[in-house]
């Protein structure tokens, strides 16, 4: 079997790789630029050289080209918003469809989860390359492997490239919490910016990184979307989750559940969270957070 990894940061491309080597005898990545290449994790890395004036999204064609020669038996996503948009208009041209959300990966076809992760269903690939978006935590513990091996493309131009019309920075946390141990959930219970502060100080006394849920980023604009945690956002596995003030709805539960121990501060005794945890503590969590903060001094 030949499994082809398509990403963009070095952590996932470390995984998805890590994964494909348990799965295939051929393991080859697709990186879209020099600056993208993890050495060692790969039998050969195939590198898009996409001009610096072009989108990173108008390498598909040369992608394309790429898969009809060498033809893998799968191809392996990093979820990014950027892969998302590649592999699904590759997708579209090949007649199949994007697998989203694998959680596993068998014989017979993947599992993956549905209606936002309120189900589990088993997919079948119904064309000769199956194409899977795989999130962090799958593939556990793997290790990859392989060589140095490098071969740039020739460039496909695209016969209507996108246009670039601006580019604006956004602000970057700098946490990686898919690769986090512990992390602490700040949810809506939270009543103003300032008292995230109190957060903050409680998730460094417990060793833990600081993320959220929707409401904060989207609504609030108090945390950047990279912190966001739930279905259209981040799937974690850590040690330890910490839900402070968050009720619980299964829009969030899915991004935590494949955290080894969930602990749930609410004020709510009823709040949906408490199903989910294996520890709860019903508080307020202005009077909570301090003392916890205290104890782990």
């Known amino acids: 079997m030949k499994i082809f990894v398509l990403a963009e940061r070095d952590k996932a491309i470390r995984k998805l790789c890590a994964g494909a080597r348990r799965l295939a005898d051929q393991v080859e990545l697709v990186v879209l630029n020099e600056r993208q290449i993890t050495p060692g994790v790969a039998d050969k890395t195939w590198v898009v050289p996409v001009p610096a004036d072009s989108m990173a999204e108008d390498a598909l064609d040369t992608i394309q080209a790429l898969l009809a020669s060498e033809k893998p038996d799968m191809l392996f996503v990093e979820p990014t918003r950027r892969m998302k948009l590649m592999t699904g208009r590759l997708a579209a041209r090949l007649g199949t469809s994007v697998v989203t959300d694998v959680l596993t990966i ?35 513990d793997a290790v990859a492997s392989g060589t140095d091996a490098v071969v740039t493309l020739d460039y496909v131009a695209p016969a209507k490239p996108i246009t670039r019309r601006s580019v604006t920075a956004i602000e970057n946390s700098g946490v990686d919490l898919t690769a986090a141990k512990r992390v602490v959930g700040a949810g809506r219970g939270i009543a103003a910016e300032e008292d995230l502060a109190m957060v903050r100080d409680f998730a460094a006394a417990v060793g833990a990184e600081l993320g959220c849920t929707r409401p904060l980023v989207e609504a609030e604009h108090w945390l950047p979307r990279e912190l966001y945690i739930g279905v259209s956002g981040l799937m974690l596995s850590p040690d330890v989750y910490i839900a402070v003030g968050i009720s619980g709805q299964t829009q969030h539960t899915v991004g935590i559940d494949r955290s080894g121990t969930v602990i749930a501060i609410n004020k709510d005794k009823n709040a949906p969270i408490f199903n989910q945890a294996d520890y709860g503590l019903v508080a307020d969590l202005y009077k909570a957070l301090p003392k916890l903060i205290e104890q782990f001094k």
């Open 106 to 140: 068998e014989d017979a076809g993947v599992s993956a989860m549905y209606f936002g992760g309120i189900a589990h269903r088993h997919v079948e690939a119904v064309g000769a390359l199956a194409i899977l978006a795989i999130g962090p935590g799958v593939f556990g």
